[in-house]
C-alpha cells in the first residue's frame, strides 16, 4: 500500500456546484453534527470498457482534469471527512500520484486494488486496519463507498447516509428506474416485466458502520469475491443488517458511456458559467463601465461583483468564482494584467478550474486606436501563452468610445455576448485573442 | 387530428453521425430489405417533470433546434420508413407545426395525445385507420414505437427492430442495467436485489406487427390505459406475442434529465467537428495554403477535403461536412464570401446544423496590414450578422505571410487550432471576429 497525501489547502468550489457552498465544521442549523469518525473509500479500478474508450473513465479528463479528481474534490471538501481511500489498479498508480500533487488533494491514501469491485472494497477497507509498514489511518465509525465515477455527490447527501448508516447500519442511495426492468427467457424473448413502481435503482453513495461492512467482508465467499456488485447485500446476508434507502438527486448518476462524460463535462461548464467578477481600476470611466456591464451580464443570467482596487490585490479572490474581467482605460495595462495573472497563481485560484481572464479594453481616443490595438494584440498574446500554462484562459476585448448612444448601448451587449461565450466555452484555443464589441 | 406534410428534400446527416451515413432505399449487401409498409409512432406528449425544467425536455433546443427534431431526422432519413406520427399534447401543437415548418420535416403526421403515455400511443396509432376527415395514412405491416427524446437511434437497428417484429409479432430493445435493481419494503429498507445479469432495461424503439399492436390496445383496461407504461407487457398480454429482445448500443439512451441535454449536445457538436471542407481561391499561394492547412487539420483527426473552384459553385455542398474554410489571398474577398453564404442559405444546407464557415485571409503584403485588416474587420461583421439569421456562423482568421519558416509553420498550427476550436463550440456569440494567427 502506498499512502500519499497533500498538504496545500483545497480551494473553493464555483457557487453554483451540486456541492453547494464551502463546507465547514459547524453544521447547518438544524442539521445533524457528525461528532465521530467518517471515512470515505473510492474504488476507481474499472477499465472503461463500458465507455467504448481506451482509457479507465475515471481517468479521462474534461477542462485539463480528470473525473476522478472531481469525485475527490466533493469528498475532500466535506470538514467532517477524514480519509478518502482510492483504491485504483496496479497499472494507474502512477497515474494516481500524479493526479493528487497536480490538483493538491490532501485527504487522499492510496491502495491497490484487487481483480473484482468487491475485493478492491475490501482492500480499500483494510487500509484501517493495522499495515505492516506502521502506517494507520484512524479507524472510522461510519465508512461511506462510492464510485470514483459520480463526481456530483453533495455534502447534504453524504451526511444524510453517514447518518443513516450511524443509526441503521447500513444505508444506501436509490433512485427511481428509469426503464422498466424486464426478465428474459433464455432464448432472448420477453419472460416478463417487472413492476416499475416496486423497485429502485442501486446506486452509490453507500455509507455502513465499519465493523459491519468489514465484517460482512471478512466472510465473502469466493462467488461474492468473484461475481458480486452490491456491498448492501453483503451487510444483509452476512451481518443481517437491511439497509435504510435514501432516494437520492438526479446528479448521482454514474459516468459510464462517452456521453456521459460530455454530461459531465457540460455540468461543470455551466457551474462555472453563472458568475463573475469585474475589476475596475481607479478612474471613474473604469468603475462607469464596470457598473454598466455588471447590469448588462445580470440581465443574462449571470451574476457579478464589481471590484475596484489595486490590481495585484488577493481581493478579487474572495468571490469564490472563476470568471475574472478586467476593465482598463487608455492604456496598455498589460502590466495590471500580469500582476493579477500572477496572483491567481501564487494563490493556486486555477488548480482545480480554468479560470477566465478577460482584459476589456475601453478606448477612449478613436483617432489612435488602430495602431493602439494592434499593438496591445502583440502583448497580450504572449500574456496569454504563459498564463495558459497556469490554466488560466486570458482573452481581450477592444470597446471604443466614439459612438452614439444607441451605438454604445449595442457595443455593451457585445461585450456581453463575447464574455459569456468565452465564459460558456472555456476553450483554450482562442486564448490571446482580441476580439472587438 | 391535423396532417402536415413538408417537401423540402431533407439535408444530410453529418458523417460521423451514430445514424450512419446517408440512407438509400437500396438494402446493404447481406442485409435483409424492407418490402413492406413501415411506419412510426412517436409519443412526444410528457411534460419535463423530472429534468427540472420547465419546457418539455423533447421541446428543449440545443444548436437552434429542439431534441424532438433530431429525432424525427433520425427517422425521416430512413428511406423505408413512410410516416412517422408525432403525438403531442394540446398545448404544444402550434410548437410542433413550427418545427416541421422551420427544419423542412417531410414525412411527420401530427395527432393530439391523451392523458398518459398509453392513450398517447394509441391515438398515434389510430392515425393509420380511416379519419373522418378522409385523410389516411396508408397502414403499415410494421410500426415502431420510439420515444422522442431518444434521438440517436440509428437506420441499422431500425432495421433489426423492423424485421424481428415482422417475424416475431414484436420486438424490443435492451440494454444491460447499470445499477443494482433492489426491492423496497414499504418503510424503506432493502428487500433484496435482484440478481443483475437475468434482467434488462427495456429501452425504445419497439417494433410490432400493426395489428399485433393495435389489437392489444383496443383490449385495453383502464388501468393499463392509466398506469401502465411497456407496450411489450401490451402485446404479450392481450395477444400473446413475446417480444424477440434485442440489445441497442448505449446511444439509444434517454433524455431525461438536464445533464442528458448536455450530453447530446455534446454527442452532436462532436459529430460535427470530425470533417470539414477548405475551399482555396484560383491562385497558386491559395492552393498551396489549402493543402498545408488539410495536412495540419488531419494531424489533429479532422479529416479534410480540399476544393477548388468559383467561390458561387454548389460543388463545395457535396462533401457532407458542416464545416467550411474559404481561403482568400491579398482581397478583401467578402464579395466571394458573400456568395458563399447565398449558396449556403439556397441550398438549405444549414438548416438542420449550423455550418461554422471560416475565412482565411492570408495577407502578403505585411506593411499595409494593420490598416487592411480594420477594414476587412467591418465588413466581415456585417456579412456575419447577416449569415447568423440563416444559420450560419461565420468568423475570420488573419494570417500574415511575412514570417521566417519556423514563425510560418507556429502559425500554421495557430490557425488550426483556432479552427478546431470554433468548429467545436460553434459559439453564436463569437461570429464576425477576426482573430489572428
Redesign the interface.
Known amino acids: 500500500m502506498e499512502v500519499e497525501r497533500g498538504s496545500v489547502d483545497g480551494p473553493a468550489r464555483p457557487a453554483g456546484c451540486p456541492a453547494g457552498e464551502a463546507a465547514s465544521g459547524d453544521p447547518l442549523p438544524g442539521r445533524r453534527s457528525v461528532d465521530f469518525p467518517v471515512a470515505a473509500v473510492l474504488p476507481a479500478g474499472g477499465c472503461g470498457e ?1 465507455a ?1 474508450i481506451a482509457t479507465p473513465k475515471q481517468f479521462c479528463a474534461f477542462l485539463n482534469r480528470p473525473l476522478l479528481s472531481y469525485t475527490i474534490e466533493a469528498f475532500e471538501r466535506v470538514a467532517w471527512i477524514e480519509h478518502i481511500v482510492v483504491v485504483v489498479a496496479k497499472e494507474n498508480l502512477h497515474q494516481m500520484m500524479d493526479i493528487i500533487q497536480q490538483f493538491s488533494h490532501k485527504k487522499v491514501t492510496v491502495v491497490l486494488g484487487g481483480s473484482t469491485r468487491h475485493r478492491s472494497i475490501f482492500k480499500g477497507l483494510e487500509a484501517f486496519r493495522e499495515q505492516s509498514d506502521g502506517v494507520t489511518l484512524r479507524k472510522p465509525e461510519v465508512v461511506i463507498i462510492h464510485d470514483a465515477v459520480r463526481p456530483f455527490v453533495d455534502e447534504d447527501f453524504l451526511l444524510k447516509i453517514t447518518v443513516a448508516a450511524k443509526d ?1 447500519g ?1 444505508s ?1 442511495a ?2 427511481p ?9 433464455s432464448e ?3 419472460d416478463h ?2 413492476e ?1 413502481a ?6 452509490m453513495p453507500q455509507g455502513f458502520l465499519y465493523d459491519i461492512i468489514y465484517r460482512a467482508y471478512q466472510q465473502c465467499c469466493e462467488t461474492d469475491f468473484e461475481f458480486g ?2 456491498c ?2 453483503l451487510a ?1 446476508h452476512y451481518c443481517g443488517t ?5 432516494e437520492g438527486p ?2 448521482l ?2 459516468v ?12 461543470i461548464k ?1 457551474m462555472l458559467s453563472h458568475n463573475g467578477c469585474v475589476v475596475a481600476g481607479g478612474c471613474a470611466p473604469s468603475v462607469q463601465l464596470a457598473c454598466e456591464l455588471q447590469k448588462t451580464l445580470e440581465a443574462r443570467s449571470m451574476q457579478v461583483d464589481v471590484i475596484s482596487g489595486p490590481p495585484g490585490s488577493r481581493a478579487v479572490l474572495v468571490s469564490g468564482t472563476w470568471n475574472f474581467i478586467h476593465i482598463a482605460v487608455d492604456s496598455s495595462c498589460l502590466d495590471d494584467m500580469a500582476k493579477l495573472v500572477k496572483t491567481f497563481q501564487d494563490s493556486k485560484h486555477a488548480v482545480l478550474y480554468p479560470v477566465v481572464l478577460i482584459l476589456v479594453h475601453l478606448n477612449l481616443q478613436p483617432q489612435c486606436s ?2 493602439e ?2 499593438r496591445a ?1 502583440g502583448a497580450i ?1 504572449s500574456l496569454a501563452t504563459e498564463a495558459k500554462h497556469g490554466n488560466i484562459l486570458l482573452y481581450g476585448i477592444l470597446l471604443s468610445r466614439d459612438k452614439a448612444l444607441e451605438q454604445w448601448d449595442e457595443s455593451m451587449e457585445n461585450v456581453a ?2 464574455i ?3 465564459v ?2 472555456r ?4 486564448v490571446g ?4 464589441a
Chains 1, 2 share one sequence.
Open positions: 463500458r467504448g441503521q447500513a444506501g436509490v433512485r428506474l428509469v426503464s422498466t426492468v424486464i426478465a428474459t427467457t432472448g424473448y420477453l416485466s417487472l416499475r416496486r423497485y429502485r435503482a442501486s446506486e456488485t452490491e448492501l447485500h444483509s437491511k439497509a435504510k434507502l435514501i438526479p446528479t448518476w454514474k459510464t458511456y462517452k456521453q456521459d462524460l460530455f454530461a459531465a463535462e457540460g455540468i455551466d488602430v495602431t490595438r494592434m494584440l498574446r455576448q463575447i459569456a461565450a468565452l460558456k466555452d476553450n483554450p484555443g482562442l485573442q482580441l476580439l472587438v
